[in-house]
């Protein structure tokens, strides 16, 4: 069984082995294998700190997903999600995100704010199905700073795009 739970210490180690195991699952897909950089151990140390990255454990408690996220121009930014390989298209995902929402309703955020590949099913279709809608890049700086960071390290900015979720009770 998978729980969801804040993040500990002593997980952030195994979350660099997630993300690289998540992004394979590029490889064959129509933006080609998206190289994974890995997650700054840092930027995850304090996001444990402040109750801003979740994780997805299995029986033995050892992550097999992550959700990181921080306040961003008035936003709740999802700054990486990741779910390992083996483990994804079983709704944790889904779960990682709900939480998400319920901290961003909870602490009154009025949006949910993130940058993915339009047209991968397990990015813009699935952030679709729960709600996200895309906006144009440039309407809020922090998010456009998001996008352009991406182009910068090499994505195809026809293939990005901002979504955002209003939150209302
Ligand atoms: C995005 C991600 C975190 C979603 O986690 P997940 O546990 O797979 O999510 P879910 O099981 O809730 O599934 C989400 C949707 O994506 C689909 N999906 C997930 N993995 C898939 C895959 N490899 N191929 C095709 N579809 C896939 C699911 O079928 C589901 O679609 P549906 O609701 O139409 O059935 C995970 O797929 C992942 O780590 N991907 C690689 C990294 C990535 O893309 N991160 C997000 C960057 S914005």
């Excluded at 993300?19 to 994974?36: K, R």
């Excluded at 939480?99 to 590949?117: C, K, M, R, S, W």
Aim: proline share 5%; net charge negative; aromatic share 10%.
């Amino acid at each position: 069984m998978i729980r969801i739970r804040l993040a500990i210490e002593t997980d952030i180690p195994v979350l660099d082995d997630v993300e690289q195991s998540a992004a394979q699952a590029f490889i064959g897909s129509s933006v080609g294998y998206v190289e994974s950089r890995s997650v700054d151990p840092n930027l995850l140390m304090k996001l444990c700190g402040s109750k801003t990255l979740w994780v997805a454990a299995d029986e033995s408690n050892k992550p097999v997903g992550f959700i990181a996220c921080y306040p961003l121009d008035g936003f709740f930014y999802v700054h990486e999600i990741s779910v390992s390989r083996e483990c994804q298209g079983q709704g944790i995902g889904r779960r990682l995100m709900n939480t998400v929402e319920n901290h961003a309703l909870d602490q009154g955020y009025p949006y949910i704010g993130l940058v993915t590949f339009r047209d991968i099913r397990w990015n813009g279709p699935f952030y679709k199905s729960l709600g996200y809608k895309e906006i144009s890049p440039d309407l809020y700086s922090g998010l456009h700073n998001k996008f352009k960071e991406d182009i910068r390290n090499g994505m195809d900015p026809t293939k990005r795009c901002v979504m955002i979720k209003i939150m209302e009770d």
